[in-house]
């Protein structure tokens, strides 16, 4: 199976921030990669897609990158509502999706 | 309005069957893979399997294999995740996802979610 190494699991940022996640894939996904956003209590809400492709309706400071194994998730200016749980899945396994274990980021 | 509604929290004791659902309505419900995720007490997700509700056609991940069903009633646009014997480690929630069609196969629509709690 293909395995996915989020980092940092935890991050400690303020208001107005530039923060960076990033995502390993244990094998080439090309571009399967999704991101996720989750709030205590709530259900995941997809952000990104095929890597750096904006969901409708989310704001634009949210962007992603990356092809192959490596990717990122990057929030170019922290908002006081971005405080949540972020999780990479890939999407390339043939109905063996798997996420990665999550990061935390916290205020700071 | 593309929506998944989930059915409501279930408290169960070790060894009990049990199966839950997820209703999609406001898009054409055969056309979409429906995806279930774990989430243990403070924990991350984990993708268990989906199924195809045009033809029932169902995966499912090697850790979940074996331990769930996944299912589905086209004709009413539910489906389902059923345990034929519950275990304590199995108390988690549930979330049932659409599977996009273009975009990677990103999960683009959520449950709300269902509580299993195991206890004897």
């Known amino acids: 199976d293909i395995q996915m190494t989020q980092s940092p699991s935890s991050l400690s940022a303020s208001v107005g921030d530039r923060v960076t996640i990033t995502c390993r894939a244990s094998?080439?996904?090309?571009?399967?990669l999704n991101w996720y956003q989750q709030k205590p209590g709530k259900a995941p809400k997809l952000l990104i897609y095929a890597a750096s492709s904006l969901q409708s309706g989310v704001p634009s400071r949210f962007s992603g990158s990356g092809s192959g194994t490596d990717f990122t998730l990057t929030i170019s200016s922290l908002q006081p509502e971005d405080f949540a749980s972020y999780y990479c899945?890939?999407?390339?396994?043939?109905?063996?999706?798997?996420f990665g274990q999550g990061t935390k980021l916290e205020i700071k | 309005e593309v929506q998944l509604v989930q059915s409501g929290a279930e408290v169960k004791k070790p060894g009990e069957s049990l199966k839950i659902s997820c209703k999609g309505s406001g898009y054409s419900f055969t056309s979409y893979w429906i995806g279930w995720v774990r989430q243990m007490p403070g924990k991350g997700l984990e993708w268990m399997g989906i199924i195809y509700p045009g033809d029932s056609d169902t995966r499912y991940s090697p850790s979940f294999q074996g331990q769930v069903t996944i299912s589905a009633d086209k004709s009413i646009s539910t489906a389902y995740l059923q345990w034929s014997s519950l275990e304590a480690s199995d108390t988690a929630m549930y979330y049932c996802?659409?599977?996009?069609?273009?975009?990677?196969?990103?999960?683009?629509?959520w449950g709300q979610g269902t509580t299993v709690t195991v206890s004897s």
């Open positions: 996802a659409r599977h996009t069609v273009t975009g990677a196969n990103a999960m683009d629509v």
């Open positions: 899945q890939q999407t390339y396994s043939t109905s063996k999706y798997t």
């Open positions: 094998q080439s996904i090309t571009i399967y």
